[in-house]
Structures are given as C-alpha cells and as structure tokens.
C-alpha cells in the first residue's frame, strides 16, 4: 500500500510540475512576444526599419523646426528691438530727466512666473499705469527669459503649482498673449485656464504671428487696473456691467425662482434709434436686465473711465444659456425671422448644445392682429425662455407689450441671432472680432444695409458719448456747487 501511494505521489508531482512548465513556456513565449512587438513598434518609430528614406525625413523634419524657431527668434528679435530703439529708449530718457529732478525712481520691479513656473525678477517703468510701464520688459525677450509671443504673465505664487497648470508653467509667457488680446477686446470667454489652453494647442509660429499682428488693434481697447462698477451708465440707461457667466447666473437665477425678466441688448445702434424714439428710450430705461453689446460699448466705457467687464451679445451668450437650460431641463422657443430660419436655426442648436427646442415661429405676421394667436403657441409649447429676433428696437416693443400675457420665465431680444445660427448669415472669425472689426465684416457682408449703421451711426454714437459725458458733468458740478454754497444769510 505504501508502494502505491508513493507512486501515485510521484505520478501527481509529475503532473503538476509538467502543468507549471507548460503555464511558465507560455508566459515566457508571452512575454517574449511582447519583447519582439515592442522592439519591432521602436524600430519602426526610429526609423531603422526604413533605412535612408527615413533618416533624410526625420533630417527634413528636425531642419524644418529648426528654420521655424529660428524664423520666429528673428521677427522676435526684431521686433524687440524696433520697439526698443522708438519707444523704450526715449522715454526711459525722460524717466532719468525726471528722476535728476524730482528723485522719482525710473522702475519698479516684480516677480513673476517665467519658463517652468520658475520664478523671475522683472522691472517696469515707475508712470502712470498703461502699457508704457511695461516696456522694459522687451529686454528680457533679447535675453530670452520671456517671448515676444507666449503665454500670459502672471505673478509668481506657490499655489498656482496645481495639476492644470503645471504644463502651462512650462511654458515661456510673452509680453502678448491670447489671454490679454481676449482681455481687451471684452470678448466673452470661459476663463484663463481655457483660454491658455486653446493657444498652447494652437501655437506655431505663423499663429504667433497673426497673433502678433492681432494684438497691435487690441491694445486700444485695453485698460489697466481700472475698478468695473457692476453697472455701466451710458446715455442714462443702466447697462449690467458683468461677466458672461455671471449673466447667465442671473439668468439661470431667475429661471430657479420662476421670476419673469426681459432681456435686452443695447449696441451703439440701438443708442442712436432710442434718440429719436423714447418709448424705446423708455422700454431700454424700465428694462430688467440690459446688457452691453460692441466694440462700441467697450470704447464707450474707456472714454468715460468706466471699462466693461466684458462684450455681451445675445450671439456669444446663445451657447451659455442652451448649456445652463440643458442641465436644468428648461425648453426654448424661437419667434422670428424669415419663415423657416428659426426652424433651422432651432434644429441646429438643439443638436449642438443638447437643449429641448420648445418649439418656433417665424416673425412675418401682423403684430397688431394675430400676436394673441402667436402667444397661445408659445404659451401652449411650456417653453421657460422665448428668443425674439424681429431686430431692435420692434422686438423690444412687442416683448414689453405682451410679457404680460407670456408664461416664459426669459424673455429674450436676439436680433439677428437666427440668421446666424441658421447659417444665412456668416458670423465673422474669431480673429476678427478680437481687433473689434466685425462691423467691417458686416458691411462687407451687406453694404446696402450696414454701411449707414456702421459708417455713419458709430461716429455718431461717439459723439452722443462725449457730449453726454461733458453735459453730465457739468450738472454733477452744479449739483455739487449748490449744496457746498450756502445761501446768504445762514
């Protein structure tokens, strides 16, 4: 019995010793099978597998950077050093004139985050605060601790060493950036995270270079620490001075409390028509919520020192308000427009950003007999925001007239959003309406419409801005003279 019980011990020891060869031929064939993949994958990227051919591309590939970064180190550099010898130059002469003057300091000095968030001592100009006190910052692009072109500059901080920045930190900031020109023309944005992120995907040295080019028109529009009061006075209507989201906050707010509010949008045009037209002066005065809306607005703002937050247009906040009534399940309806474009219109943006579409209409019926009619349908469709594009100041007038009778929460004028979106009407680049060109592109567009609008109306509006700026105060010093004078005999 012992005898067979060894041998069956044995026969078992057999068996699995044979199991645990075969299990570990098979791994060690495994793995090298994975030695052989892997050897073949780094020959094949190393190009020894393609022998001269692809040894002369990877030569062409490493020239052709090369000849970029070399291109752009050039224009770099001259550039540098035309704004040097024209502007830097001279008025760091005037600076050390007055300094042997009056003993005011030429710079001042600031640390900021350079190339892998390392940080770096830099010196501005000790005036008034523009972009002049920067220029001396042109001589750290010579030494190449910053680019002409980068990232934007911020101040060095310890708590900026997170996750989402640390490639960005890598990066070297320029004295231009995506983020400032973005800055200066108000264009409304999702913040400097998105927007470091959207040029560190597009750079190249041809992008750079357009944005170059891009940013010398920005800088008119730019503005330096100045304070943005949440309301904007122009003309004497009281614009909402805020941010693209914190508009559509306040949207969403509304919506949360089932709170009924209208929605306008004044650009310089709608200024000049509220002129001769004071019930639309009146609906603009009584309105609930009165955004900003043009390039018009924000050189407006820098000639009353009043700057905006940023540029609002019923077109840029469309994407924003469909996410925010998506997330929260509310409905849009569109009145206006040719027959058949807001349909369109609609359709597209239901498919782009996941929004409900309520349902739509279009704007060529008589206001005077068939709105009831118009507004059962709205009202039957249980839509939370109406969009109205019969153009400024018609859309207003009907809205004020009917938001009564209308059971939407938002009640919104859009203008000629629906052209847009329909695609009728080509909305004009990015590029373009960051140098505040876009009127440009709309007369361009349709010259027999816009070029009075545009050629003649922002001029105007201008103008208006100006001699409302001198009129208003000259009767803020009366007011103020007349309450610091006592009258005779006190």
């Known amino acids: ?102 003993g005011t300091k030429i710079f001042t000095s600031k640390t900021i985050a350079g190339a892998g968030a390392m940080p770096i001592r830099v010196y501005q100009f000790n005036t008034i605060n523009t972009p002049l006190c920067d220029l001396p910052l042109f001589f750290e692009v010579l030494t190449g601790r910053l680019a002409l072109v980068g990232t934007a500059i911020k101040e060095w901080n ?113 200024f000049n028509k509220m002129i001769s037209d004071r019930d639309y002066f009146t609906i603009l005065k009584t309105g609930d919520y009165i955004f900003p809306d043009g390039i018009g607005l924000v050189i407006a703002g820098k000639m009353l020192q ?28 569109l009145l206006g427009g040719k027959p058949g474009i807001a349909q369109k219109a609609g359709e597209k943006i239901s498919a782009s950003y996941g929004v409900s579409l309520a349902g739509t209409a279009h704007g060529y019926f008589d206001h005077q007999t068939e709105s009831d009619a118009v507004i059962e349908t709205i009202n039957n469709s249980g839509a939370a925001i109406l ?15 009917h938001r009564h009778q209308l059971k939407a929460e ?8 629906f052209d847009f979106y329909s695609g009728t009407t080509k909305r004009a680049p990015a590029w373009v309406r960051e140098i505040g060109f876009e009127w440009i592109y709309r007369i361009l567009q349709e010259p027999g419409r816009m070029w009075r609008r545009y050629v003649v109306g922002n001029p105007l509006f201008l103008y208006r801005v100006m001699k409302w700026k001198v009129f208003s105060h000259e009767i803020e010093s009366i007011h103020a003279n007349a309450i610091t004078v006592k009258p005779h005999g006190a």
């Open 1 to 102: 019995m012992t005898g067979d019980t060894d041998r069956c011990n044995a026969r078992f020891e057999n068996i699995v010793n044979n199991i645990l060869k075969s299990n570990q031929k098979r791994e060690c064939d495994a793995v090298n099978q994975r030695k052989d993949s892997l050897k073949a994958l780094e020959k094949r990227l190393s190009g020894r597998s393609s022998g001269h051919k692809s040894v002369v591309k990877r030569t062409l590939f490493k020239l052709s950077a090369a000849a970029a970064g070399a291109l752009e180190r050039v224009i770099e550099i001259t550039a540098t050093l035309v704004v040097t010898l024209t502007v830097t130059v001279p008025l760091l002469l005037v600076l050390l004139f007055r300094k042997l003057v009056t």
């Open 306 to 333: 009043t700057p905006l937050k940023e540029n609002i247009n019923g077109t840029d906040m469309l994407p924003y308000i469909c996410r925010m009534a998506a997330s929260k399940s509310h409905s849009i309806f």
């Open 387 to 401: 969009l109205v594009g019969f153009g400024a100041p018609l859309q207003e007038k009907w809205i004020s007239r």
């Open 158 to 270: 310890l708590s900026d060493a997170t996750p989402e920045n640390g490639y960005i930190g890598m990066m070297k900031p320029g004295i231009i950036s995506l983020w400032d020109v973005r800055q200066s023309s108000k264009i409304a944005h999702e913040g400097q995270l998105s927007i470091e992120w959207e040029y560190i995907f597009k750079k190249h040295p041809f992008y750079d270079f357009m944005l170059l080019l891009r940013a010398l028109p920005a800088m008119l529009y730019s503005e330096k620490n100045k304070t943005a009061s949440s309301i904007f006075r122009l003309l004497d209507i009281d614009l909402r001075n805020l941010t693209m989201v914190e508009a559509v906050t306040l949207i969403g707010t509304n919506l949360a409390q089932k709170k009924q509010c209208t929605i306008y949008f004044a650009n310089p045009d709608c």
């Open 410 to 417: 938002v009640l919104m004028g859009v203008g000629g959003l």
